[in-house]
């Protein structure tokens, strides 16, 4: 048994002596257990260490470091995930579902990287959460999602537990200051045991591997997350300061070193015949992994081939994900039903007898559009196949025409909306039908959600069963219409108390000054979503010179490409789209960037934010600080300046009084920012 009692250091200079020596022995056996898979202590002794540690910690604060072992678990809900800008974009991947596709992809790359050697680099492709990790001189600062590739969420509180995840990056390595890209994943193993407790307990099981780890990094309370057995790996490093690497592969030894965790099958050949039989050799290994995978991607090894090749506005040009066939099953449909979309498409969604599909329940699959419809010949009654596109979206891949008899019945796209009544038309060469009703209830139901959404002009309290009852009762039709709602007319909608209808208005009227990136990816215009749109804006500080913008001339901006362009040439010569706009122009919507510089008072200083504010969201008061030059982490440690304390906070107001750190409101953070100067 190991000894539990140990002597408390007398002397600060002992006791850091002593968290040093600890702490570089936790660390060493993390590696051993986490990424190694190779323990040399037994649990016992190694609980034994982290009580030592947070025993000497305890007596002695002030020396609590925010990569210390102890500070992993917090103990602090999270009120609402923030949302932070990526160091560099997090792209999606093209992707190849046969081998003559991966040789086209070789041949693109040969006929832009002529006569030179072009080396692969193959990886399993984890089916999980992709998260990009930022460390700051060897500590981990932040942990964010993907995203829309641009922006993710602050989960860092969540990221910090998974033990695979290293608080500070090892002193052998060269890495400092980097961004790293990340699957987080959840083992299949230790999924079944969490799935077989849940069940001994009376609880819903998860669905698969991929869902309960996704879900359970964007649960907002981190002693839970701690519970669950995540774990990742790491497949790139996108920014670092240190490190003159040619190749892809060197940089993955180097995060290794780093004792960043990397996946042991990553091999490396010459040409694309070499990789296709590897490929089709895991086509059957694949089940034995301990981890999903959905395919294995493909990369270019050498990184001035990488730089030369570039990037899509989605993809990068020098790599692409091989996916492996996926799980097909038949069923029947009951029905066809029509689903009209945001943008007024109407989609045609087959109603299944459900079946047990890749780890879900699924009963509805996409029918695509009217072509696609006539084309596979689909109709009511009929036994069909059924697969997950990417293991994500359920489709029908062919009618099982054997089976059918008499009792089958055709199905024909209607030519009016199902919801408002108004034509359904096909454009041009759409594949689409839409409706032709800018008010149809449909689109602007969606079309107003998504306008409020947080990420867009953020308009708390609108939500989407308020947005059926505004719509429903007249008192909406369009996104302009929110701007002329009254306190009265919340009044009259039922459990609308005074106090909820004062904040929506409040936050309403706040929306106005979002900007005009928030407003453009607001618009609902195909293809400008928030990247887009902060492309737009670098160009553009007006929306009436966007307005005014040629295809040509828009095409000429780096990463708008002629179908972005096209789509918003089209946006902008719509009538109605130019009503709208003027519309919310009257109603004091600012549609222009402000393009000023701000005094950086706040530069170089870093604030944590504890507790519920009243006037400002987390996000805000973030936003607010970064604009003058100040900094947000999500922990309390020696190198905090500020934390600012709204209502109910938690652990970190604790912690900041034993460190000594200045304490402010809500209120004196007003006076801060009203008098451009900290006290």
Request: proline share 4%.
């Amino acid at each position: 048994m190991p000894n539990l009692e140990f002597k408390i250091p007398q002397g600060k200079n002992i006791a850091e002596k002593r968290i040093k020596e600890l702490r570089k022995e936790i660390r060493y056996h993390n590696k051993k257990y986490y990424i190694e898979s190779n323990p040399v202590i037994s649990d016992d002794e190694y609980d034994e260490l982290l009580r030592e540690l947070e025993t000497i910690e305890k007596e002695f604060p002030d020396l609590i470091t925010e990569d210390s072992p102890t500070q992993r678990i917090g103990s602090e809900e999270i009120d609402e995930f923030e949302v932070v800008e990526h160091k560099s974009k997090m792209l999606s991947l093209d992707k190849a579902f046969n081998h003559e596709q991966l040789r086209d992809f070789d041949n693109r790359i040969r006929k832009n990287w002529k006569d030179h050697k072009i080396e692969y680099i193959v990886e399993p492709k984890i089916d999980g959460l992709g998260v990009a990790l930022l460390y700051e001189d060897k500590v981990l600062k932040r942990g964010a999602t993907r995203g829309d590739g641009a922006r993710g969420e602050d989960i860092t509180p969540n990221v910090k537990t998974i033990k695979s995840i290293p608080l500070k990056l090892s002193e052998n390595s060269i890495l400092s200051d980097i961004e790293v890209r990340g699957e987080i994943y959840m083992p299949r193993t230790a999924f079944k045991r969490m799935n077989d407790k849940r069940l001994e307990k009376g609880k819903e099981p998860f669905a698969n591997p991929r869902n309960a780890a996704s879900g359970t990094v964007r649960t907002k309370d981190p002693q839970i997350v701690a519970k669950r057995p995540l774990d990742i790996f790491c497949y790139s490093l996108s920014n670092y300061n240190n490190g003159d690497f040619e190749t892809h592969l060197e940089k993955m030894k180097e995060m290794k070193n780093a004792n960043l965790k990397t996946n042991e099958h990553i091999e490396k050949f010459v040409g694309i015949e070499e990789v296709i039989k590897y490929l089709d050799e895991w086509e059957e290994k694949k089940d034995n992994l301990d981890y999903e995978i959905d395919g294995m991607v493909i990369k270019v090894n050498n990184l001035e081939a990488q730089e030369r090749l570039g990037s899509t506005t989605h993809h990068p040009r020098w790599a692409i994900a091989y996916k492996y066939p996926p799980m097909r099953k038949t069923t029947k449909i009951r029905n066809i039903e029509v689903m009209v979309g945001r943008t007024g498409k109407l989609t045609p969604v087959a109603i299944l007898e459900p079946i047990h599909l890749s780890g879900t329940t699924v009963s509805r699959a996409s029918l695509h559009n009217e072509d696609e419809l006539k084309r596979k010949d689909i109709r009511i009654g009929d036994t069909v196949l059924v697969e997950k596109a990417g293991e994500i979206i359920p489709q029908v891949i062919k009618v099982v025409k054997e089976n059918r008899d008499d009792s089958q019945k055709e199905f024909n796209m209607p030519h009016k909306c199902p919801v408002c009544g108004a034509k359904a038309k096909r454009f041009n060469d759409d594949v689409a039908r839409r409706c032709v009703n800018a008010q149809c209830p449909a689109q602007v139901k969606q079309r107003i959600e998504h306008w409020g959404a947080r990420e867009v002009m953020n308009i708390k309290g609108l939500g989407t069963k308020l947005i059926d009852r505004l719509v429903s009762e007249g008192y909406i039709k369009s996104i302009s219409d929110i701007y002329e709602l009254q306190e009265n007319d919340l009044k009259q909608i039922e459990r609308m108390g005074q106090k909820s209808a004062y904040k929506l208005m409040n936050n309403i009227e706040k929306s106005k000054n979002q900007g005009l990136e928030k407003v453009l990816s607001g618009l609902g215009i195909t293809y400008v979503g928030q990247h887009v749109a902060s492309v737009l804006t670098e160009h553009y500080d007006t929306i009436d010179k966007i307005q005014k913008a040629e295809k040509e001339e828009l095409e000429r901006i780096d990463e708008i490409g002629p179908k972005i362009a096209e789509s918003v040439v089209s946006f902008f010569k719509e009538e109605k789209n130019i009503s709208l706009i003027q519309e919310l122009k009257q109603n004091g919507v600012k549609m222009e960037e402000e393009r000023i510089e701000l005094e950086q008072f706040l530069d170089g200083k870093k604030f944590v934010l504890t507790g519920a504010l009243g006037e400002y969201s987390r996000a805000e008061a973030s936003e607010i600080i970064e604009k003058y030059g100040g900094r947000v982490t999500s922990s309390v440690s020696g190198k905090t300046d500020y934390v600012i304390v709204g209502e109910n906070p938690g652990s970190k107001l604790t912690k900041a009084r034993k460190l000594g750190i200045n304490i402010f409101n809500e209120q004196d953070f007003r006076k801060i920012l009203d008098d451009k100067s900290l006290p």
